[in-house]
């Protein structure tokens, strides 16, 4: 029964594969046949190629962009972890702050990263705030709403027992609450590295962001293209490694 499942999910997982590889081979002729010029439509091949003749570039920047988003991912989940727990600790905590926090959210986030920049500099500083911004809320809302619809059964059976409210928060509550907080985990990472890049894109020295602004500039698309299927295989590795740690987390909870 479960090499059944094994070739169901092998079978499953190709599909999609052999449609991407089928449509990368329609891309690369159509560019050859119609000869399109490479400043219009980079074809495949020399995205490929990107990747052999600008390595040491393209490690370079993604190292960076890397940093950023990883510093800025770790901050995230630190405030957004302190603030949940306080907002459960302090009611008026989070009846003053959290309104602000979904306000907050209205503010586009292209419209914050030049101030950033203006501010903090061209160093990595603001593009990490600016990756903590953006990440932070998914994980706080998703943490915060995992701890309020805890089963009411459960909370009385903790208050007959007395147990304090610090005792209920890590017995009870802040287990119950993980499957919600990887939830918003999962949607941070995939946000993490857009992030960082958007922030570099509009000021920056170094980073997929910078490297993108200059390809683009001398109308280097294949180079555009690289650096972003970079930043989307970044990203899903972020979630990837959130999927692998929620499932050893919620598996070590039970």
Known sequence: MTNLKTIDKIKNSLYPILTFLILLIIWQLVVVVKDIPQYILPAPSDIIGVFYNDYLNLYTNAVTTLNEAIIGFIVAIIIALTMGILMDFIPIFKKCVYPIMVVSQTIPTIAI??????????????????????????????????????????????????????????????????????????????????????????????????????????????????????????????????????????????
Not at 190 to 215: D, F, H, I, K, Q
Request: glycine letters at 6%; proline letters at 3%.
């Open 113 to 254: 990263a030049p101030l950033l920049i203006i501010w903090f500099g061209f160093d990595i500083l603001p593009k990490v705030i600016m990756v903590t911004m953006t990440c932070f809320f998914p994980i706080l809302i998703s943490f915060v709403d995992g701890i309020d619809n805890i089963d009411k059964d459960y909370l009385n059976l903790f208050k007959t027992m007395n147990s304090s409210k610090t005792s209920i928060f890590i017995h009870l509550k802040f287990p119950m609450a993980m499957d919600k907080f990887f939830s918003g985990l999962k949607i941070s990472a995939t946000y993490a590295v857009v992030a960082a890049t958007v922030a570099e894109w509009l000021g920056g020295t170094n980073g997929l962001g910078v490297y993108m602004v200059r390809a683009k500039s001398s109308y280097a698309l294949d180079k555009v293209f690289a650096s972003t299927i970079l930043v989307i295989i970044f990203s899903l590795v972020f979630v990837g490694v959130i999927q692998f740690i929620k499932k050893i987390a919620l598996r070590h909870n039970k």
